[in-house]
């Protein structure tokens, strides 16, 4: 039971701190660095890969979307219920400009990211609450894998009658998503604190809450940081399937209200909206992510 | 000198149980170091020494004994004396600098304060140009260099040294030896001193203690009788190796240490 938690989140890979070496707790092994090539000339390497690498992306994103308008054109998928990229770039163009569509994205991605933050704030909160008491974080623990384990998004009916059909209960949904597993990713930090840092604080006369505030919290952060990208994906799935339920805004809501007047296109458009939604706010996090790291070693106190 | 530092440990013993196995790690340890002395502790690997010095520092419970500092009673007082870990410990997301500045840190010492202090003595010692790097960027030398720079600076009367110079290199350490001298001389500390070198427990200590192997005790106090200043050409005079043979001879000699503690464990398990 006690290292269930470490088993539900995987020591991040992402290394914080210019080049830092941080043990895996799993294994113990320390991250190698990979032999280096000196035959070639690293820099110009690295620049064609990545030229080739944009390209590719470019290729395989045309072929996908250039097929599939020619497939409907052709008449080889049934333009009902496929839609096509350029009829749903149309649509998109015409709700922007005529429709609700501007609203709705702000309302989803507002839901989303109020939640995402008080989630992940509150879950770290309480994953690094752990290390002050071992009996209460031993309490607590098969709460939070049940919890964690719980389909949260079933739960949805309940807090949409306990919070009513506007913007609140949304954003309880974001929250209850991403809340238990930033607990449980800062809690595996937390875990797995050099317990020889800790000595080190104490022989230096440090009290509790300064181990605390300059071994523990910086020591948790890559675990932290870790959670974000699985968040904001949890967090948005909360609040759309929140308007699913019931809502008068939203992306989700619009996507419900298409299929139910059998609008498949404005279907198609709700999805592409959301894909790109999704697409930006990860974009956000991993520049969040890569602000937090750059500043981590500026933490004190 | 300020005539503070002097310390006494009065019967310590240490009993570790764990899983209903017991391992006696000191029985009957007793040491007396008088104020500004440099006094090493030398014993076989797994004797204890480590387990002293943390019970020293306040972060171990002895089974039974007393350890006082100036008369008072300092079990469980931790940050009371200035304690260099066997393993050279620095926060790796924080630079040199700050590292080595923490002991400051927690005890209230503004952080601009703390560095003006700090950076003539990096500059002294060998860290200039290194104050913003990270731990990891170091060599090992310059790491235990800052970890020790972090201890002097923690500026407390008695400071527990495990193995400072345990990961230098011959000539490394030669001239960290000397730098630790200097400064024992200038602050006047009371140093205890942990080494596996007899070269180095004779160069630098006023009193040796040799341990007996587990459970460590007190096999033998010797009284280093080579005049300070010393210098390098010391440690070839006849009287250091007449010194080094006799420590090689109470340190190899493993009749009694060996047997009596495997004779221990038999009875604590029993
Ligand atoms: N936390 C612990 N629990 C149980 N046994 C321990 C613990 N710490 C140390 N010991 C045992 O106590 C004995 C003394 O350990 P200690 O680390 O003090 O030795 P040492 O003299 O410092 O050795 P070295 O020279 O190798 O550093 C060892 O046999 C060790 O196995
Ligand atoms: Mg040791």
């Given at each position: 039971m006690t290292n269930a938690g470490e088993k539900l989140c995987p020591a991040p890979d992402t290394v914080i701190s210019k080049g830092e070496v941080r043990k895996k707790p799993e294994t113990g092994k320390a991250v190698s660095i990979p032999a280096r090539r000196i035959l070639y000339d690293e820099e110009t390497e690295k620049k064609v890969r990545r030229r080739h690498i944009r390209a590719g992306r470019l290729i395989v994103g045309a072929v996908l979307f250039g097929g599939w308008e020619l497939l409907v054109r052709a008449g080889l998928l049934d333009s009902y219920y496929w839609s096509c990229p350029s009829a749903i770039l149309k649509t998109t163009w015409q709700q922007l400009t005529t429709g609700t569509l501007w609203g709705d994205i702000l309302y989803t991605s507002g839901a989303t990211i109020l939640g995402f933050l008080t989630g992940t704030f509150f879950g770290a909160l309480l994953g690094l609450s752990f290390w002050w008491s071992k009996s209460y974080a031993g309490i607590s623990e098969p709460y939070l894998i049940i919890l964690n384990a719980l389909p949260k998004l079933a739960l949805g009916p309940v807090l949409v009658i306990l919070f009513g059909i506007g913007f609140p209960s949304k954003v309880i949904l974001a929250f209850l998503m991403t809340v238990i597993t930033t607990a449980l990713y800062a809690y595996s930090g937390v875990k797995s604190v050099d317990p020889a840092m800790e000595t080190l604080m104490y022989s230096l006369g440090a009290k509790r809450r300064q181990v605390f505030a300059k071994v523990v919290v910086p020591w948790s952060l890559p675990w932290i940081i870790s959670s974000l990208r699985v968040n904001i994906a949890l967090a948005l799935a909360g609040a759309i399937v929140g308007e699913f339920i019931?809502?008068?805004?939203g992306v989700g809501r619009m996507v419900i209200y298409a299929g139910t007047i059998l609008d498949i296109n404005l279907v198609w458009v709700g999805v592409f909206v959301l894909s790109i939604l999704s697409m930006v706010m990860y974009g956000g996090v991993v520049l969040l992510e890569k602000f937090l790291s750059k500043h981590l070693s500026n933490i004190h106190s | 000198m300020n005539g503070k530092g002097k310390v006494e440990v009065t019967d310590i013993c240490k009993t570790y149980r764990k899983d209903d196995m017991n391992v006696?790690?000191?029985?009957h340890v007793y040491l007396s170091v008088e104020e500004g002395r440099f006094v090493s502790i030398i014993g076989p690997s797994g004797c204890g020494k480590s387990t002293l010095f943390n019970i020293m520092a306040g972060l171990l419970l002895p089974t039974s004994g007393e350890v006082t500092a100036d008369g008072k009673s300092i079990i469980g007082r931790a940050g009371y004396v200035g304690y260099m870990l066997q393993k050279d410990m620095l926060l790796p997301w924080r630079t040199i600098e700050d590292n080595i500045i923490l002991g400051l840190e927690i005890r209230g010492v503004p952080k601009k304060e703390a560095l003006a202090r700090a950076l003539p003595m990096m500059e002294k010692y060998g860290l200039k140009g290194f104050e913003k790097h990270h731990p990891e960027e170091l060599s090992g030398g310059m790491r235990q260099r800052a970890a020790l720079l972090r201890t002097l600076l923690y500026d407390r009367d008695i400071i527990l040294l495990d193995e400072p110079f345990g990961a230098l290199d011959a000539q490394t350490r030669l001239s960290m030896q000397n730098w630790l001298l200097e400064i024992w001389q200038d602050f006047g500390k009371t140093v205890l001193f942990v080494t596996h070198d007899i070269d180095e427990a004779i160069y630098l200590s006023d009193d040796i203690y040799v341990f007996s192997a587990r459970p460590g005790s007190v096999r033998a106090r010797i009284t280093v009788p080579i005049p300070r200043p010393r210098t390098t050409e010391d440690m070839t005079s006849p009287k250091f190796m007449e010194l080094k043979h006799e420590l090689i001879g109470l340190l190899y000699d493993k009749n009694s240490g060996v047997q009596q503690s495997s004779r221990e464990e038999r009875r604590m398990r029993a």
């Open positions: 019931a809502s008068e805004h | 006696t790690s000191l029985s």
